[in-house]
């Protein structure tokens, strides 16, 4: 069974920082790109951070580059999300997600929310 359960989520002032954990499980967790995703009610789902299976190439939404940073441990399944001087604007749900777009296939976990205070 697939599985990606995330953690690290909370409320934090302005210029804070949260460090981002998704848990991966049930699939082969170096196949696949890791990214994160964030949502706010009444917007498209955006991208904040996407990584490749070994590292190699890595994406990120202007809106934080300089201030977050991705990174994945294939030996954990795990993929984190350090956040630093969140904005006001960062709050969102974050969503934890796995590719492997040459075969269609796509995992979402259910979220962790962040919510940064001004």
């Known amino acids: 069974q697939v599985q990606l359960v995330e953690s690290g989520g909370g409320l934090v002032q302005a210029g804070g920082s949260l460090r981002l954990s998704c848990a991966a499980s049930?699939?082969?967790?170096?196949?696949?790109?890791m990214g994160w995703f964030r949502q706010v009610p009444g917007k498209e789902r955006e991208l904040v951070a996407r990584?490749?299976?070994?590292?190699?190439?890595?994406n990120y939404a202007d809106s934080v580059k300089g201030r977050f940073t991705i990174s994945r441990d294939n030996a954990k399944n795990t993929v984190y999300l350090q956040m630093n001087s969140l904005k006001p604007e960062d709050t969102a749900v974050y969503l934890c997600?796995?590719?492997?777009?040459?075969?269609?296939?796509?995992?979402w976990g259910k979220g962790t929310l962040v919510t940064v205070s001004s």
């Open positions: 997600n796995a590719e492997r777009s040459a075969v269609g296939i796509n995992f």
């Open positions: 049930g699939f082969t967790f170096s196949s696949y790109t």
């Open positions: 990584m490749s299976r070994a590292g190699l190439s890595i």
